[in-house]
């Protein structure tokens, strides 16, 4: 038996998602047989977080994602240097503490 020849897949997509949406959440839920991936975005000072896209897909899915992200990332970084991860956070609001 021979190996099956690979296909050559060619992507297409219309205007609108071609576009994107910007993300900076995200939420993963799963079930036994699938798992969500929710994407949104946070505004300072606002509690909400409007989602913007939604995809569904096979756990076996998830993990090519998965190991195509790390992939991704571990490219990034060798050309662009760390991702960072710390953040200074912002100074506090300063509080009035007179009394009347």
Known sequence: ???PKPVAV???MDEAIAEGQYANFAN???NPTEFVFDFGRVVPGRGD???V???LTTPFHARQLLRALQQNIELY???YGPIRSEFQTPPAEPTDT???
């Open 53 to 55: 896209s939604r995809i």
């Open 98 to 100: 007179r009394t009347n």
């Open 77 to 79: 970084e060798r050309q």
């Open 28 to 30: 993963i839920l799963h």
């Open 49 to 51: 977080v409007k989602v």
């Open 1 to 3: 038996m021979t190996d």
């Open 10 to 12: 060619k992507i297409t």
